[in-house]
């Protein structure tokens, strides 16, 4: 292999007329965000500090997980008996795995399960707040400040959708959450039947969670997360005026989304990237890729592919000899990169090969005889 050769050029991934604006929103503030990247699709006041209501359990779950195991069995506190709205009809005393309250406090939201979370963890609400808080910080969640686990209407208690977008992906990470906020219903100790707040689970087949949250501060809330081909979007909307528009908004953002990127085959296996020459008065090889290559790349925008080769190289040559490599980006990021291959198989003029002689077990080479 002699000099390489460096050829870059972009190449549009797919036609800019798919590339729209986001849908009209009815709300505070929202957020559109591909989860591989957190590259921001659209938004608008994505960083007001507003109430999130009962998003702010996937906190309380996070926090309960870092103390907690999944097994072990909490008593109800009476606090968190007595907290009202939402519930699951916990009494004192009562003795649930904290694997029954989280289910609890994330599909049906009840905030008697969140409570009891949090007094299992720490001797007040206060308490377990400022370990909510410090989750926070260590998450970079700089427009958070928590007040209760139960994300009822308190004074101070603020977030905005870039962090409850953040948050959300966060907690996703977690199997075990990932396989909650999916369930419509559930089945907890004491025969207790758990059903949704989430419509989306039900309208929008691609949905695979978050979680919702009304107040009357707060209006109606929710971080929602669909996945389509090769991509996983999340959306948040806070301050909705209705239960209806916040779920015809999301379903909107999510949908546009989706949209907004495609599977494309950023690497070819037919094509031909390169050649390089052999001399000997023969024809240059051709230099294909070792393997095709899929990629999920955003409607409209350009990519960059570039070519790395030899030149000129010694024979023999070898199907399959690698002989440089192709990269696509998508800006700064690495969405493809194979090795550039020989096509075929050139010897030497005249070459007879390798001679080999064998004494016992020791292999002689005679060398190249021309």
Not at 143 to 154: E, I, K, N, Q, Y
């Amino acid at each position: 292999m002699r000099r390489l050769a460096l050829l870059v050029l972009a190449v549009l991934a797919v036609a800019p007329s798919a590339h729209a604006a986001a849908p009209p929103v009815r709300a505070s503030a929202w957020i559109v965000e591909n989860a591989a990247t957190g590259e921001v699709l659209a938004s608008s006041d994505a960083h007001a500090q507003l109430p999130i209501a009962s998003i702010t359990k996937l906190m309380t779950v996070l926090v309960t997980l870092d103390h907690k195991k999944l097994t072990d069995v909490v008593t109800v506190d009476p606090r968190a008996a007595a907290v009202g709205e939402s519930s699951a009809g916990l009494e004192p005393g009562d003795q649930l795995s904290v694997h029954d309250l989280i289910e609890a406090a994330l599909i049906q939201s009840a905030n008697d399960a969140a409570d009891a979370l949090a007094l299992s963890v720490a001797p007040d609400f206060r308490s377990f707040a400022a370990l909510m808080n410090e989750k926070a910080a260590e998450l970079g969640l700089h427009d958070t400040h928590f007040v209760r686990p139960d994300g009822l209407d308190a004074p101070g208690h603020i977030s905005s959708a870039a962090d409850v977008t953040k948050l959300a992906r966060v907690a996703m990470h977690t199997r075990f959450i990932r396989d909650t906020v999916r369930q419509k219903t559930a089945t907890i100790a004491g025969g207790r039947t758990l059903h949704t707040w989430d419509d989306l689970l039900s309208t929008l087949p691609q949905t695979i969670g978050v979680k919702t949250g009304h107040t009357g501060d707060a209006g109606w809330c929710q971080v929602a997360a669909v996945r389509g081909r090769g991509v996983t979007i999340y959306a948040t909307l806070l301050g909705s005026p209705t239960r209806g528009e916040r779920n015809d908004d999301l379903e909107s953002l999510l949908i546009w989304g989706l949209a907004q990127f495609r599977v494309v085959p950023v690497v070819q296996p037919t094509r031909v990237y390169a050649t390089v020459g052999v001399g000997y008065g023969k024809s240059p090889v051709e230099l294909v890729a070792a393997t095709p290559q899929l990629a999920v790349t955003r409607v409209g925008r350009p990519l960059t592919e570039t070519v790395v080769a030899a030149t000129q190289a010694t024979l023999p040559v070898r199907r399959g000899q690698v002989f440089g490599h192709v990269e696509i980006r998508d800006g700064s990021r690495i969405v493809g990169k194979r090795d550039l291959v020989a096509s075929r198989t050139i010897n030497k003029p005249g070459a007879v090969g390798r001679l080999r002689w064998y004494a016992g077990r020791t292999l002689h080479h005679l060398g190249n005889l021309f």
